[in-house]
């Protein structure tokens, strides 16, 4: 099970932190990958981590602006986003899949119920 929380509606420029936390799995043993969903389009990759390689991956409209992190002791997994864009409204879902990361979404074995983040300009 993951669920995430965080989500919320911040101005152009702000900061939110996103957090996904695991139970019912391995959380070592994963890869988290957080997505959004904006409405009309496609579900997309936003960022991953690699419990077992600790290696992460980013898209690069987020690059430099989002981070994320893993706290394997809480099994939780965190986003912070920095320096919003109204384009980065979306739906944030956070999904788990064994071993490495990926961008494929059908890869991913167990999905949260998303968190709502909303950017004014």
């Known amino acids: 099970q993951l669920v995430e929380s965080g989500g919320g509606l911040v101005q152009a420029g702000g900061s939110l932190r996103l957090s996904c936390v695991a139970s019912g799995f391995s959380f070592d043993d994963y890869a988290i990958g957080w997505f959004r969903q904006a409405p009309g389009k496609e579900r997309e990759g936003v960022a991953c981590i690699s419990n077992t390689y600790d290696r992460t991956w980013y898209e690069d409209y987020v690059k430099g602006r989002f981070t994320i992190a893993s706290d394997n002791a809480k099994s939780t997994v965190y986003l912070q986003m920095n320096n919003l864009k109204p384009e980065d409204t979306a739906a944030y879902y956070c999904?788990?899949?064994?071993?490495?990361?990926?961008?494929?979404?059908?890869?991913?074995?167990?999905w949260g119920q998303g968190t709502q983040v909303t950017v004014s300009s």
């Open positions: 999904a788990a899949k064994r071993g490495g990361w990926s961008t494929r979404r059908g890869e991913y074995d167990y």
